[in-house]
């Protein structure tokens, strides 16, 4: 009986030891698993980081383009009888020899808050109202036309935008209402 627990106790110990190396290496296996996860955790928050300043900037570089694509489709254009546009410094007169083969122009350093702001894309049809009207920017003339009612021209219908709009985002309509109003060609 007592070689019999005997050999059972070294038989107990053998599963101990045997136990205890398989402790020692799932809490090895336990360790270098729990390092891992530290490592992706972080790689993970990087990640978001990095990707939180991606979509930062994509969103930066699309606010741009639709800043961009707003102005590049942003006209301006005004209305009014010579005296009243060039009391406001938007034309003048130059050259010329006593009033003969004066030219009309826009003048320098033009200021967008006297002009209406349009979207080329959006607007096709320019309101004139007035018994006879002159454009003295050079919009490309087969790229218009007048629209007249009651003997009047009542808007200018732009037909091809791109074309109208190509050579300036500026559009000057010179009206006269009156035999009195004077005209940009006028002296």
């Known amino acids: 009986t007592v070689k019999d627990l005997q050999a059972r106790v070294t038989e107990y110990k053998a599963n101990v030891e045997v136990l205890v190396a398989e402790k020692v290496a799932l809490?090895?296996?336990?360790?270098?698993?729990?390092l891992a996860k530290k490592n992706l955790e972080g790689e993970v928050?990087?990640?978001?980081?990095?990707?939180?300043?991606?979509?930062?900037v994509i969103e930066e570089q699309s606010?741009?383009?639709?800043?961009?694509?707003r102005k590049l489709n942003t006209a301006y254009y005004t209305v009014g009888t010579y005296k009243s546009l060039h009391d406001q410094d938007i034309v003048v007169k130059e050259g010329g020899f006593l009033g003969i083969n004066r030219e009309k122009n826009l003048s320098n350093g033009l200021d967008n808050e006297k002009?209406?702001?349009i979207d080329i894309r959006k607007i096709t049809e320019i309101p004139v109202d007035a018994r006879r009207c002159e454009i003295?920017?050079?919009q490309d003339p087969s790229a218009y036309s007048l629209v007249y009612e009651n003997d009047k021209v009542s808007k200018i219908k732009?037909?091809?935008?791109d074309k109208f709009w190509g050579k300036s985002k500026y559009l000057v309509v010179v009206v006269r209402e009156s035999n009195f109003d004077e005209t940009a060609n006028s002296w």
Do not use: H, R, Y
Not at 27 to 34: A, G, P
Not at 49 to 55: P, V
């Open 158 to 161: 732009i037909s091809d935008p």
């Open 27 to 34: 809490q090895k296996n336990l360790d270098e698993t729990t």
């Open 136 to 138: 003295i920017t050079n």
């Open 63 to 69: 606010a741009q383009l639709v800043e961009k694509e």
């Open 45 to 56: 928050v990087s990640l978001g980081t990095e990707i939180a300043q991606k979509s930062n």
């Open 115 to 117: 002009f209406e702001e």
